[in-house]
């Protein structure tokens, strides 16, 4: 307790130091991510998550569990250390806030612990190879770069945002409605996209191949740059998983905010990557001349990128075109401007690492903070808390409970990490564990139990045969 | 597996006998070591064979047609009714020369699941229905009532794949989407709640599931028990007809380097010019472009380098230098360190799916021909040859077109023709060295 009274007290003058009070200057650096880990980081909840149940006293649990996932870390420096493994918090605690780690990744479990696969390998029997690993999505809004003009490469900001609202929105529905998934974390990648892990037990022992079938399940371009295909559905009409995402998601978004935010069709430029789209030479010209031609005249009041989509709406839709196949255009257009855009490599394989949820990424000092599929709409990237923000917060709490210090202390005994609450960390912090973390760690107890049982009434069965 | 909702039963006197082993178990069967070894060699020919086809990029229909004509030329016996014997003794012998490496089980399990569905498909419907029940699949038809409440999504499913609707006495099987990994990657079933429903055309699926997770199994297991026992046992009579068998139809390994032993970076540019296959040249190319590559695109060329044989450092230095603007180097550096990763071979190359931003893949396969031309003109292939390039690529022999290219550029024969990458470049340095008299 003394011991922890003195670093904190040591951390608080590292904040005040020399400096105005409160003031902290903006930046990312060693400095400010030590007092992050010592007093923000959730380690516990991170290690709980990790543990998936098997930390409790069941006789039922998999002591080993845990010691056998990778952790890798990459340090100020940009040395990289891969194989790190944990038996318990104070172990992983105690090394996050040593190295400092600029990013901290997270790996499979492993059938044997990765710290020690050297002396496995030798033993020849346990071979060293991944067993479990949540199913991860990688989205990133740089591969956004063809359907969006506001910014380019690692740049966001709220007109092209939009775009991972509706990949959030698509891919949560489709692994609760359609894979039957439950435990579902979605997090803020820190600069230019979103993660997405998948932690029901079923969905950590997929197989790569499993893994595979549904990234392609997920998967409507096909070919990139160097084939110059787009979007492509076949067929008289869409799989219900691809209708669903077209009438309740994708068509809403592209309507309502896409194309007057990125102005897709104001210019000769942009409405000719569109034209492009439709195979029939008569369409596009008879939409080419019409636009070229009110260029000036248009003195409504309506958007012009509103006025030219519902002009192309009606030209393919119309009977005529309908019975040539056109009308799938349409959809075609719209699936190529929004629907998600996945690494699929990322989540294929079972030991691809990813970033852990609640880093900070070094580039733009946010924190990495989960979203709520539920109300992603309101998800601003732009207002995430920053590491220098935080470090104010904290700085100013500190001084303001000074007087409740004797409490904080108390809390101390359980979760060494005082001080969130105290900053606009709270509430993703408290979101993380009420609705992610509890209901998680719930069924994986009942997972528990029940594999326990059946195993009881077996070796029952057992004896009673006998 | 229980049909409910059929209203046939099978009575046992009309068994159905399908000539389709399951190979659950060894065959009891004396079986003299000529035959061994030849039987063994004819069911190579016949899984090469079906590799060869699906890295050709062949389609379904097309591949059942060349799995029954290999079968038919390869496993004919004499007398007719010793062909269930020999298919059942070739399939446990190869088992033993591929249950030795993750490499060849996995070659030998994909390529033995590929053949059993192309003769499971081929099968009378009663001869399948037959063969299922030998798995005993656990799975049930759904009820009339469950039918009607997902009719509508189910009648969805059949259009997008441009199927008539189902009928009301159609018969939907329900089971978790784990076990129809294929046909929920092309979307062809609808999916509730993490099932799937599988219409009776599809059971193959279902059935080639079992049929790869069982011999997944059994190939550990056979494994355990190569080194355990028979690789001592064996040791004068069978080790050395499966040693010698394995390495007869996989190629060489090219994850270390062996011909030329290593390259420095300083040279890199100046080889990858004269030696590198378009798969590769085109991701180098993109790399010193865009200082990125993303993940397969990484792994495609790191491999293939790693195989070249950069040095370590001077790899390291590579990445690092090309994605120090864009990434940062350590996500190559984890994927690098990687040992167990062999550099891929043109097959796996051809049947990727680069997607959106990617650059990895086999251009011969995966271009648009304008591309696919532009990118053969850098490389110096003249007009006429390039017609006959692309020939090859419209006819799906992508390995062909590479070999053309090849012949083009180096202006010597391959007899071999390209199988892998790294054997691309090992063959053009050997020419570029007999020409020079050193390695460029
Ligand atoms: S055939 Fe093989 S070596 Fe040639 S480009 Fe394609 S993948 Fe590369
Ligand atoms: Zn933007």
């Not at chain 1, 392609?216 to 219900?240: C, I």
């Not at chain 2, 190569?226 to 190629?251: C, F, H, M, N």
């Amino acid at each position: 307790m003394t011991k922890e009274e003195a670093e904190n007290g040591r951390d608080d003058m590292i904040i005040d130091g020399p400096e105005q009070a409160n003031a902290v200057p903006d930046g990312f650096n060693a400095n400010y991510l030590r007092i992050y880990y010592g007093k923000l980081f959730p380690h516990a909840d991170i290690f709980k998550w990790l543990s998936y149940g098997n930390d409790g006293k069941h006789p039922a649990c998999d002591k080993s569990y845990v010691g056998r996932r990778e952790f890798s870390f990459t340090l100020e420096n940009d040395i990289y250390i891969r194989f790190q493994s944990f038996n318990s918090v104070s172990e992983m605690e105690n090394s996050i806030k040593e190295k400092c780690p600029f990013k901290i990744d997270i790996g499979p479990v492993y059938s044997v612990d990765p710290a020690k696969r050297h002396a496995y390998a030798q033993s020849g029997d346990n071979v060293f190879t991944p067993v479990e690993r949540e199913l991860i999505f990688d989205i990133d809004i740089t591969d956004y770069d063809d359907v969006r003009y506001c910014c380019t490469g690692a740049d966001v900001c709220l007109e092209c945002w939009p775009l991972m609202t509706i990949a959030i929105k698509v891919i949560d529905t489709a692994l609760r409605d359609d894979f039957g998934f439950n435990h579902i974390l979605w997090a803020y990648s820190g600069r230019r996209g979103v993660h997405c892990w998948v932690c029901d037990g079923k969905a950590r022992r997929l197989t790569n191949e499993q893994r595979a079938a549904i990234a392609d399940y997920f998967r409507v371009y096909k070919g990139n740059e160097n084939s110059n295909k787009k979007v492509s559905l076949p067929g008289l009409v869409l799989h219900p998983f691809l209708a669903r995402s077209y009438t309740e998601v994708l068509k809403g978004f592209f309507e309502g905010k896409l194309l007057s935010n990125q102005n897709l069709l104001s210019s000769e430029e942009r409405y000719e990557k569109i034209l492009d789209m439709i195979p029939d030479a008569s369409v596009t010209s008879e939409l080419r001349g019409r636009w070229q031609d009110n260029k000036r005249s248009s003195m409504s009041k309506d958007d012009i990128n509103i006025v030219r989509w519902e002009q192309l709406k009606q030209v393919l839709q119309s009977g005529k075109q309908k019975a040539q196949g056109l009308r799938r255009c349409v959809e075609e257009i719209v699936f190529s401007y929004t629907y998600p855009r996945l690494d699929m490599e990322v989540s294929k394989h079972m030991n691809h690492l990813l970033k852990a949820p609640f880093c900070v990424h070094p580039k733009t000092g946010r924190v990495c903070v989960p979203i709520d599929p539920n109300n992603c709409d309101e998800f601003d990237p732009t207002t995430v808390p920053t590491l220098s923000q935080l470090l104010e917060e904290l700085n100013k709490g500190g001084l303001r409970q000074d007087a409740e210090n004797g409490m904080f202390i108390l809390c101390n005994v359980i979760y060494p990490y005082d001080g969130w609450d105290r900053t606009s960390l709270a509430e993703s912090i408290a979101f993380f564990r009420s609705s992610f973390l509890q209901p998680l760690l719930k069924s994986c107890k009942e997972e528990i139990e029940s594999s326990y049982n059946t195993k009881l009434q077996q070796s029952k069965n057992n004896t009673l045969s006998w | 597996m229980q049909v409910v909702r059929s209203h046939r039963k099978s009575s046992p006197s009309d068994v159905v006998v399908s000539t389709l082993p399951l190979y659950r178990s060894a065959p009891p069967l004396e079986v003299r070591l000529e035959d061994f070894e030849l039987f063994a060699l004819d069911r190579l020919r016949v899984l090469k064979g079906i590799s060869d086809g699906l890295s050709r990029g062949r389609k379904p229909e097309e591949m059942e047609k060349l799995a029954m004509d290999l079968l038919k030329a390869n496993m004919r016996h004499p007398q007719a009714t010793e062909e269930v014997n020999k298919d059942i003794i070739s399939h446990f012998v190869l088992r033993l020369v591929y249950c030795r490496t993750e490499e060849l089980r996995k070659w030998f399990l994909s390529t033995e699941t590929a053949l059993f569905r192309y003769r499971f498909r081929s099968e009378s419907s009663e001869a399948q229905r037959a063969l299922m029940s030998e798995f005993n699949l656990p799975y049930k038809a759904v009820s009339n009532a469950e039918f009607e409440s997902v009719k509508e999504k189910l009648g969805q499913v059949a259009r997008s794949m441009g199927q008539s609707l189902p009928t009301a006495d159609a018969v939907y099987y329900k089971v978790p989407f784990e076990e129809v990994p294929d046909l929920v990657a092309a979307r062809r079933v609808f999916l509730l709640k993490g099932h799937a429903y599988v219409a009776m055309s599809q059971v193959v699926s279902l059935v080639v599931t079992q049929f790869r997770s069982h011999l997944s199994k059994a190939l550990i297991l056979t494994n355990r028990k190569w080194t355990s026992t028979i690789r001592d046992q064996e040791k004068d009579r069978l080790a050395p007809i499966v040693e010698a068998l394995s390495s007869s139809y996989l190629g060489p390994d090219y994850s270390q380097p062996k011909e030329f032993g290593e390259i420095s970076l300083k040279d890199i540019d100046q080889i990858a010019r004269t030696s590198f296959p378009l798969c590769m040249r085109h991701l180098f190319e993109k790399l010193r472009e865009e200082h990125h590559l993303k993940h397969g695109g990484r792994m495609q060329l790191g491999l293939f380098l790693k195989g070249v044989g950069l040095k370590l450092d001077d790899a390291l230095a590579f990445w690092k230098a090309e994605f120090a603007q864009k990434v940062g180097a350590e996500r190559f550096d984890k994927e690098y360190a990687y040992n167990d990763y062999t550099p891929y071979s043109c097959q796996k190359i051809i049947s990727s799916t680069p997607g959106v931003g990617d650059h990895h893949g086999c251009p011969y396969r995966h271009f648009s021909e304008e591309n696919l031309r532009a990118a053969l003109a850098r490389m110096g292939v003249s007009s006429r040859t390039m017609e006959d390039v692309l020939d090859k690529v419209r006819n799906r022999h992508y390995q062909l077109a590479c070999t053309l290219t090849f012949e083009a550029v180096h202006g010597s024969p391959c007899d071999t023709g390209i199988n892998h990458p790294n054997q691309y470049f090992i063959d053009s340095q050997k020419i570029l060295q007999s020409k020079n008299g050193s390695v460029a």
